[in-house]
């Protein structure tokens, strides 16, 4: 068990032990009418994983944008703490990549009846975004490196790192973006993402909810969107593609 840990007053912290779902656990309170910035996170060495109830103010299709608000936060806060030659990068959308393999990313619950009347791009009553970030190996784990598609912080070096220490600062700067997401707009959060993008300026080919893409990957749109050159969809939007998150690490 962790030692207590300190969040910005904001939250209402809400500590679980380890094995818990705990993205079902905050849209359940979500459903049950919890304060937006609750923030539920589970006692584990071996994953960073939290989940925070958000008061949505904005049409369905802006709101999402608050993945990229979330995926700079969290790669702020890894910045400040891995050792320099150690690389993190965005996969667009929703995705952590450390030293090329993937190591977590961010998923996004909205209230369902939003996405039944996405025409109309309504304001979501609610939803959850929730962080998970793996630091070491689980058991059944392969050796180091044998899956390079995966890794985690441990594998890569990152092993004085703590799942306590690495909430508490990104709880810190994902305070810090939503505000300046809320006062600034999406355009800073875009110029903080775009640099960070894994293979930014080369050809991709993604395949993403039943849908498929391919061109070479420009940056964000003013929500979020992402922008490739070279084909005919310019542009793929966040609707299209975060129903569901587009990764995994079981």
């Known amino acids: 068990m962790q030692d207590e840990l300190t969040f910005p007053p904001i939250y209402r912290p809400q500590r679980h032990q380890a094995g818990t779902d705990i993205q079902a656990v905050a849209v359940e309170a979500a459903k049950a009418g919890a304060e937006p910035a609750s923030l539920f996170w589970v006692d584990s060495a071996d994953a960073m994983l939290c989940a925070v109830v958000l008061a949505p103010d904005r049409p369905l299709s802006e709101s999402l944008a608050v993945v990229h608000v979330a995926m700079v936060a969290l790669g702020d806060c890894l910045g400040a703490q891995v050792p320099p030659q150690v690389e993190v990068m965005f996969g667009w959308p929703d995705r952590l990549i450390v030293n090329g ?77 939503t505000n300046r997401y809320m006062s600034d707009g999406f355009r800073p959060i875009a110029d903080n993402w ?13 395949k993403f909810g039943g849908g498929q893409w391919k061109g070479t990957l420009l940056g964000l749109d003013e929500n979020g969107g992402l922008v490739l050159g070279e084909t005919k969809t310019p542009l793929v939007p966040l609707t299209d593609v975060l129903r569901k998150p587009t990764w995994s690490l079981d």
């Open 194 to 206: 775009v640099p960070r993008a894994a293979k930014r300026g080369e050809v991709v080919d993604l």
């Open 101 to 177: 393999g993937l190591a977590g990313g961010v998923r996004l619950a909205v209230d369902p009846s939003a996405w039944d009347n996405l025409a109309d791009d309504p304001v979501p009553d609610w939803a959850v975004l929730s962080v998970e970030v793996a630091m070491t190996p689980r058991e059944d784990a392969p050796e180091p490196g044998m899956i390079r598609q995966r890794t985690t912080l441990f594998d890569e070096g990152c092993g004085d790192l703590t799942t306590g220490g690495l909430l508490e600062s990104f709880s810190r700067h994902f305070l810090l973006w």
